[in-house]
């Protein structure tokens, strides 16, 4: 009987063990894609990430059709799609990856349906090098804190090799929609020139990325902080497809380094250990992205976002250069360098006073790799609402960020040039007071603890 293998954040064919485990039970195999805007427990995917979807799912089918398979397009309630194309094509097995928010209760709703069918429902590791609630602390609890966190992953098993794309798959054509239909894409205004120009969304782009770290960035990796010089790997969008897998990241990167090869080495791999820790955070708090962790930060006497100027911000007028910076990078490729996320996001929570969820729904929107676990639990971080939270009293100066990260002002000429000249707003507010401000808000957090 047909496999059925369902993507979702698994966009790749090597190191896919979904489509490894479909291929080598024998038969068909039908390679399935929903757009589930319906789902209650899945969360709308913002502008861009439909914008690098739509090219990603390009990119996948072409290297599916040349494994000998297509890809089928479905859209609607992924429950009621698995279960339609199981009938359609008398399917004996459906074999996903596994996802960690909270669409994971649809997945195993779908496997209870299944397995009530006597249809086989298998569910693989893929997404994440270390399963979630496999790592405990000492009593047996999640983490809250990164560090021990990281330390227990490191003491196990070193992550398995990453699996090779099947010779060929047995592909079974399935009728589907057109991705056209799906309409991902922007119409008018057009706003995606620069991610165009920016990025090459699909496998054979997210490896091209890899191998650019390993040659050569990694080795200035330790000037990370400095959004002016480009060194980080921007693996982060074809992580959050799963055009690459942090298996394949992870063993591409040489071990045995010394020096500071081998602080940057370490120091990269940490960077994915936050990634996996977010996931750890969101796994047991499946509300991460909309519920503070520190459930005292409930009494923060948030302003209102309009009367605050989000607009500004959005728009990246606030008349601070840094923020401004950040904001249009972040609209024109859809990308924003770690250091600048962190100012920008700190003065629209500590200097504007506005709700993280407010920034973070606009993060949600605009960046290519947004994701349910990291941005979710990185807005809480800033905000100091978090796990391991960055402590609320440490208010961002962003002018001395910017002096400390941006010493030749290359960063912020590159996307404010203007600054300087009668066409660029002066301060939004002043930061000082602003800083005084959100102290001062924070006593309601102290006192409802
Ligand atoms: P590198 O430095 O090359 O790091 C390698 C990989 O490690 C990244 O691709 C990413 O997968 C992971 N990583 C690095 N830093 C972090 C981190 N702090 N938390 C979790 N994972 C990390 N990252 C996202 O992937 N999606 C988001 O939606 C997202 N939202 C953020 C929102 C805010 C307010 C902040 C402060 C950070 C956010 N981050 C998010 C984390 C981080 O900024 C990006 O992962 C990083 O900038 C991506 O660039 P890179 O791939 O060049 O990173």
């Not at 499946?286 to 009367?307: C, G, K, Q, S």
């Not at 941006?406 to 009668?422: F, H």
């Amino acid at each position: 009987s047909p496999t059925i293998v369902w993507l979702r954040d698994d966009l790749r064919v090597a190191d896919n063990p979904a489509l490894n485990a479909a291929v080598e039970r024998g038969g068909d195999v039908v390679v399935l894609d929903v757009l589930d805007d319906e789902s209650d427990e899945v969360r709308p995917i913002g502008s861009a990430s439909r914008w690098w979807l739509h090219h990603s799912l390009t990119a996948l089918a072409a290297d599916l059709d040349a494994l000998g398979a297509g890809l089928t397009l479905r859209r609607g309630p992924a429950e009621k799609v698995v279960m339609a194309v199981v009938d359609e094509v008398g399917a004996g097995a459906v074999h996903w990856n596994r996802r960690y928010g909270k669409a994971r209760e649809v997945d195993a709703r779908l496997k209870t349906a299944l397995k009530d069918r006597d249809i086989e429902a298998v569910s693989h590791a893929a997404n994440l090098l270390f399963e979630p609630w496999t790592v405990q602390t000492g009593s047996g609890g999640p983490y809250g804190v990164f560090t021990p966190f990281w330390k227990a992953c490191l003491a196990r098993d070193e992550p398995r090799a990453p699996l090779e794309a099947p010779a060929s798959i047995p592909g079974r054509a399935v009728e589907g929609d057109d991705l056209d239909s799906w309409e991902l894409l922007p119409t008018a205004p057009d706003w995606a020139g620069g991610m165009r120009d920016e990025w090459t969304p699909g496998s054979t782009g997210g490896r091209e990325r890899l191998e650019q770290l390993a040659e050569e960035r990694l080795a200035d990796y330790h000037r990370r902080d400095e959004p002016g010089f480009e060194v980080t790997s921007q693996l982060s969008p074809h992580l959050r497809f799963g055009e690459v897998s942090p298996y394949q990241v992870w063993h591409r990167l040489r071990d045995g380094l010394s020096g500071l090869a081998a602080k940057n080495h370490a120091k990269f791999l940490s960077e994915l250990g936050w990634r996996e820790f977010s996931y750890h955070l969101l796994f047991h708090n499946p509300d991460l992205a909309t519920v503070n962790y520190r459930r005292e930060f409930d009494a923060y006497p948030w302003n209102d976002p309009h009367d605050a100027g989000l607009a500004r911000w959005q728009k990246g007028r606030t008349g601070i250069p840094i923020v401004d910076a950040g904001m249009r990078q972040l609209w024109h490729i859809g990308w924003m360098h770690n250091r600048v996320r962190m100012i920008t996001a700190s003065f629209l929570t500590k200097n504007l006073q506005i709700d993280w969820r407010v920034g973070e729904e606009w993060f949600w929107d605009t960046l290519v790799d947004a994701d349910e676990a990291s941005n979710a639990a990185s807005w809480q971080w800033v905000a100091g609402s978090g796990a391991d939270a960055a402590p609320y009293f440490r208010v961002f100066n962003p002018v001395l960020q910017a002096q400390k990260f941006d010493p030749r002002n290359e960063y912020v000429a590159r996307w404010v040039p203007e600054e300087g000249t009668d066409d660029y707003p002066e301060p939004m507010v002043d930061l000082k007071e602003s800083r005084q401000a959100a102290l001062d808000g924070y006593e309601a957090v102290k006192a409802a603890k």
